[in-house]
């Protein structure tokens, strides 16, 4: 039988949301990117203001679904919206970011709930930039705030990096579904 599964992208403004489902879908995603007109909090030239989305094939067939939340906290109406019926959770960060562990804490609020059940994974971009925040301080942040999560250094630019998180995601999902692991189709 096939199945459709909804996984949440979500992180702050320039965590890598639109490009790692860039990377990962096997459509060109359907991304709602405009013309950024808050370059005080960040400098980059667009960025999300409603979702987007991309598909990846299952191995046996179904869909898994990729959304990606906007980031900045303007948006977070949309937030439980997009996450409604979400499978799981793909966490992102910038760790060149100012404020990376503080850009964390609205999506450990709005998605707690999926960190605690073990439904998601935290991928920390942009580590090698000088003056970025390490790993260790992204997993020493998440459990203080009670999370006990898997966190990797990713470059969300690559597909075999994005596929990582997917693939770390499903074994925690393993045994939520059906009873049956979920694997990309290649």
Not at 65 to 79: A, N, T
Not at 101 to 113: S, V
Not at 143 to 161: C, E, I, N, Y
Request: net charge negative; charged share 20%.
């Amino acid at each position: 039988m096939n199945r459709d599964y909804k996984l949440v992208f979500i992180g702050a403004m320039g965590a890598g949301k639109t490009t790692a489902i860039t990377a990962i879908s096997n459509r060109p995603p359907v991304v709602t990117e405009v013309r950024n007109t808050d370059r005080v909090s960040h400098a980059k030239a667009s960025t999300t203001v409603a979702l987007d989305y991309g598909e990846v094939e299952i191995d046996g067939g179904g869909l898994l679904r990729l959304y990606g939340v906007p980031g900045q906290s303007r948006f977070s109406f949309m937030w439980p919206m997009v996450g409604k019926g979400a499978l799981g959770a793909v966490l992102l960060a910038d760790a060149a970011a100012p404020d990376a562990l503080a850009a964390l804490d609205p999506f450990l609020d709005a998605f707690g709930h999926l960190l605690r059940d073990g439904r998601a994974v935290v991928g920390v971009g942009r580590g090698d930039v000088p003056g970025a925040v390490p790993t260790d301080d992204f997993i020493d942040h998440l459990a203080s705030r009670g999370f006990t999560t898997p966190v990797f250094s990713v470059d969300v630019r690559q597909r075999a990096d994005v596929h990582l998180l997917l693939d770390v995601l499903f074994v925690q999902l393993e045994g939520r579904t059906d009873g049956s692991a979920l694997e990309l189709a290649p």
